[in-house]
T-cell receptor, first 115, second 116 residues
Framework: AQKVTQAQTEISVVEKEDVTLDCVYE???????LFWYKQPPSGELVFLIR??????QNEISGRYSWNFQKSTSSFNFTITASQVVDSAVYFC????????????FGGGTRLMVKP | KAGVTQTPRYLIKTRGQQVTLSCSPI?????VSWYQQTPGQGLQFLFE???????NKGNFPGRFSGRQFSNSRSEMNVSTLELGDSALYLC???????????????FGEGSWLTVV
């Protein structure tokens, strides 16, 4: 069965620091999809990125970057020069091919960025 | 383009009652799925509907049910509410079935249910 682990339950940084959120996944499928979502206090899950298992290229979007490594089953998320507005809970999720839009979520990492 | 809309946003129910939550997906999206979020269990998949048919179901008791209408709008119902059903219920929509066609899954703001 699939599983997503976010070992860091809570991280606290000072503004402008770089921070990396870890995500490790387990799946028996060779085709799968990985996601990151941000959840502010309002509750909505805001989509950040989706990655296919056959595309191991790292991605950068502004201050955000993602490092996908199949060899270690990891899909880590780095925020460069963090800002107070980045404070939220971040979730990593996995979807397997053929499982429709069923996502398996990690436990989430609460990020607190202090001014 | 409007996002995923969920109603009501907040509600309080008494044990034993039933509740119906509504979700309007993004226009053109045909897949709607529901998730329950609690502090203890985290985010858990309830079920997914595509073209009015339930395609996947999570590990929840039969008290949890849902349906999808021809316009892709969806409702979920929880009968005989228990204290443990207090949670944030999130609805998500996607253009189609599965991720192989490059679908991204978008979430609404959720419905906060408190059972007293």
């Amino acid at each position: 069965a699939q599983k997503v682990t976010q070992a860091q339950t809570e991280i606290s940084v000072v503004e402008k620091e770089d921070v990396t959120l870890d995500c490790v996944y387990e799946t028996r499928d060779t085709t799968y999809y990985l996601f990151w979502y941000k959840q502010p206090p309002s509750g909505e899950l805001v989509f950040l990125i989706r990655r296919n298992s056959f595309d191991e290229q790292n991605e950068i979007s502004g201050r955000y970057s993602w490092n996908f490594q199949k060899s270690t089953s990891s899909f880590n998320f780095t925020i460069t020069a963090s800002q107070v507005v980045d404070s939220a809970v971040y979730f990593c999720a996995l979807s397997e091919e053929g499982a429709g839009n069923m996502l398996t979520f990690g436990g989430g990492t609460r990020l607190m960025v202090k001014p | 383009k409007a996002g995923v809309t969920q109603t009501p946003r907040y509600l309080i129910k008494t044990r034993g009652q039933q509740v119906t939550l509504s979700c309007s997906p993004i226009s053109g999206h045909r897949s709607v799925s529901w998730y329950q979020q609690t502090p203890g269990q985290g985010l858990q998949f309830l079920f997914e509907y595509f073209s009015e048919t339930q395609r996947n179901k999570g590990n929840f008791p039969g008290r949890f049910s849902g349906r999808q209408f021809s316009n892709s709008r969806s409702e979920m119902n929880v009968s005989t509410l228990e204290l443990g059903d207090s949670a944030l219920y999130l609805c998500a929509s996607s253009p189609g079935q599965g991720g192989s066609s490059g679908n991204t899954i978008y979430f609404g703001e959720g419905s906060w249910l408190t059972v007293v």
